[in-house]
């Protein structure tokens, strides 16, 4: 018999291994979605469990469906799709171009 993830871990680990692939820190996260950084925090550390809607934000965040956050082991199926590659490259380029704009105008 398989031992089962609870469902709280495999959201919560689909959530960071997505941001970090992306290059995006909790707080660029948080930008994305409207939701607190602190927020992300407690999701990712196992402290909170989101909300449907909150999932659903964070996944239109990353860029993927909102079911793909429910499925175990869902980053070694889908990276090596050209889709999914292509998205990750775009969106390293949004946060670099980002991080750029906020430092030219924050200094």
């Known amino acids: ?46 402290k909170r469990t989101p909300s449907l809607d909150i999932v659903e934000k964070l996944a239109a965040a990353l860029g993927v469906e909102y079911k793909v956050l429910f499925e175990p082991n869902n980053l070694k199926k889908r990276s090596d799709t050209s889709e999914f590659s292509k998205h990750i490259l775009e969106s390293k380029l949004i946060s670099a171009i980002t991080k750029t704009i906020h430092k030219e105008f924050n200094s």
């Open 1 to 46: 018999m398989m031992n089962e993830i609870p469902i709280e871990t495999v959201i919560r680990e689909n959530i960071k291994k997505l941001r970090k692939s992306l290059g995006w820190s909790q707080e660029f996260l948080a930008e994305k979605t409207g939701v607190s950084a602190p927020y992300i925090t407690q999701i990712e550390v196992g």
